[in-house]
């Protein structure tokens, strides 16, 4: 397993960044580049620290956190192919959601985008 697929994509976690989620993660996405290897192209990476910072890379489980700070999570299901997350913007039970991803993490910024939009 690779750090990209323990955090939010690039264009995910500069939506989370744009919607007010904290920039103050483990991870961050990076500029990484090899002057010394020419042909290179530079890329963007996640990374615990280089410069310069792009926006944080949250990890499931920072997600998380976030979310059960703000009640939102009301209840985490799995299966093979599909993660779901039912939720309640308002904590009202009869107003709750569902969320669906392929990944925890992409399932829970797709949460967390919802609560902060």
């Not at 489980?61 to 059960?68: A, M």
Request: aromatic residues 6%; charged residues 20%.
């Amino acid at each position: 397993m690779t750090l990209v697929q323990l955090v939010t994509d690039l264009a995910t976690s500069q939506r989370l960044r744009d919607a007010g989620f904290p920039q103050d993660t483990a991870l961050r996405w990076s500029m990484q580049y090899e002057p010394h290897i020419p042909d290179v192209e530079p890329m963007w990476i996640p990374v615990a620290f280089n410069e310069p910072i792009l926006c944080a890379a949250p990890t499931a489980g920072e997600l998380e956190e976030w979310l059960i700070e703000k009640g939102t999570i009301e209840y985490i299901m799995s299966s093979e192919s599909e993660v779901g997350i039912l939720y309640s913007p308002d904590k009202r039970v009869n107003n709750c959601r569902n969320v669906r991803a392929h990944t925890l993490v992409s399932a829970l910024a797709a949460l967390v985008l919802a609560v902060a939009g």
